[in-house]
């Protein structure tokens, strides 16, 4: 409410703590994501890899393809279509670590820094909350709820206000996750138009992007997760596909191939070096 | 550490919908799964497209001047078939669009109503009302910024939260081996 009628108010103070944050313990961000990875590496070679999240003798839910379309259009969907070319072109003209800008060096650190942001690390963060989640749900019967997932520590106390505080953190990320979200998307295909059409961008074209956008995922809501979801999730895979078949076969191919193997070398060392500190 | 905040701010919601599909796998299956190939997958991606761009800004075109939410549409028009690679890009982010309000209505549903996998369809319907209105409002006022602002400080909280789970999981999975050991159910 307060975000809603005095925006600039809000905008300064908030701003000025989430710049605290990020000077002072910018080092703990890049600390616990690497942790981590390592923790997800660990689990999958350990033993308790075999470990079922559900009853023993279950089977998954959906097949291996639209498990991964689904993991996908939920884990990356607008950003990357609204970041694929953005992201590493401003890596390389406009804001690279060390190198100038528009050179060779730069080009190999934009690649580079892109794929440590959008690699496992960004997933590894995904997969530690749902793993969590989904291993009380589905094997001990727990609600799928973040504080259900502290009673082993903190035991019966989660049922009261601090376990309310923390799923109220959990609701009000969802809300201003998706709220961005839906912002960047009415952004994107109003720049769509502004690029084909001509049509400048205005608030009203994007409320009416929203409104049409709510209609049809209310239908999708409706349907159910094994209908509308799983539908849709497959029909994202298919457009990604075909547009991506498309840029491959008429752009740099060559270019493009070898960019993609010597920045994924880059990466592999990187990441195995443990020296994160050559990423940020 | 901007891009870390990020990924953390969106874990409730992403990760709360990959735990609800990912029923019945084991847990080696899940984390190759979830840390692989995705990541795989937006590697190729971003090469492809961030390639193709810097390709064509190196022999002149002036693409990092335009606005972000246009980019992907400038480095198109550099090549034939734009046309019809915009019109497939547009139907991409419309359903992608679909997808993630789709996927956060469920999420909300579940989280409000005790965990449920199902949440009753009127809850679904009061969310997705609920989260447009929101969206819009913070899109009229301005004030998303703020509120993203929150929301990456609410970040650093849920990083110790998100600590905290590991360790209840390591010690939760510790109790289930012994057990396992003890009555070799599997």
């Given at each position: 409410m307060w975000g809603a009628f005095a925006p600039k108010n809000l905008e300064s103070i908030t701003g000025n703590i989430k710049s605290y944050i990020s000077i002072h313990f910018g080092w703990w961000y890049l600390l616990i994501v690497s942790v981590f990875v390592v923790f997800c590496l660990y689990m999958i070679f350990s033993p308790y890899g075999k470990i079922k999240l559900g009853k023993p003798g279950s089977k998954p839910d959906y097949s291996y393809s639209t498990w991964f379309a689904m993991l996908f259009s939920a884990g990356m969907g607008i950003g990357l279509v609204f970041y694929g070319a953005a992201a590493p072109i401003n890596q390389f003209m406009k804001t690279p670590p060390t190198a100038e800008p528009g050179s060779t060096a730069a080009l190999n650190d934009a690649m580079r820094i892109t794929f440590f942001h959008y690699g496992v690390h960004a997933w590894g963060i995904y997969a530690i909350v749902a793993l969590v989640l989904a291993y009380f749900k589905f094997r001990h019967d727990a609600p799928g709820l973040i504080s259900a997932t502290l009673k082993p520590i903190f035991g019966d106390k989660m049922d009261g206000p601090w376990g309310k505080l923390i799923d109220v953190i959990a609701v009000f990320a969802t809300i201003v996750g998706v709220a961005t979200t839906l912002g960047f998307g009415a952004a994107q295909i109003n720049g769509g138009f502004t690029y084909l059409a001509g049509i400048e961008k205005q608030f009203w074209i994007q409320l009416v992007i929203i409104v049409i956008v709510t209609v049809l995922y209310m239908i999708s809501a409706y349907s159910g997760l094994s209908k509308g979801i799983r539908y849709l999730s497959n029909a994202n895979m298919w457009l990604a596909i075909a547009l991506f078949g498309i840029m491959i076969v008429i752009g740099p191919t060559l270019y493009i191939v070898n960019s993609f193997v010597d920045t994924l070398g880059a990466y592999v060392e990187k990441i195995t070096a443990r020296k994160l500190t050559h990423f940020t | 550490m901007f891009f870390w905040a990020w990924w953390i701010a969106w874990s409730p919601f992403v990760g709360i919908f990959i735990a609800r599909v990912s029923k019945g796998r084991t847990i080696?299956?899940?984390?190759?799964?979830?840390?692989?190939?995705?990541?795989?997958?937006?590697?190729?991606?971003?090469?492809?497209?961030?390639?193709?761009?810097?390709?064509?800004?190196?022999?002149?075109?002036?693409?990092?001047?335009?606005?972000?939410?246009?980019?992907?549409?400038?480095?198109?028009?550099?090549?034939?078939?734009?046309?019809?690679?915009?019109?497939?890009?547009?139907?991409?982010?419309?359903?992608?669009?679909?997808?993630?309000?789709?996927?956060?209505?469920?999420?909300?549903?579940?989280?409000?109503?005790?965990?449920?996998?199902?949440?009753?369809?009127?809850?679904?319907?009061?969310?997705?009302?609920?989260?447009?209105?929101?969206?819009?409002v913070l899109l009229y006022t301005g004030g998303l910024q703020a509120l993203q602002n929150a929301l990456i400080s609410a970040t650093f909280p849920f990083s110790i939260i998100m600590v905290l789970m590991v360790y209840s999981l390591y010690k939760a999975l510790r109790k289930d081996k012994m057990e396992l050991e003890v009555s070799k159910e599997e």
């Open positions: - | 080696r299956e899940f984390l190759s799964g979830v840390l692989l190939v995705p990541s795989i997958v937006s590697f190729i991606w971003m090469t492809t497209f961030g390639m193709a761009a810097i390709e064509k800004q190196k022999a002149g075109a002036k693409l990092a001047e335009l606005p972000d939410p246009q980019m992907l549409f400038g480095v198109f028009d550099q090549f034939p078939l734009s046309l019809l690679m915009s019109i497939i890009a547009m139907m991409l982010i419309g359903t992608f669009f679909i997808t993630s309000a789709d996927s956060a209505t469920f999420v909300l549903g579940m989280q409000t109503t005790y965990g449920s996998l199902e949440p009753a369809k009127r809850v679904k319907f009061a969310w997705g009302i609920a989260q447009s209105a929101i969206a819009a």
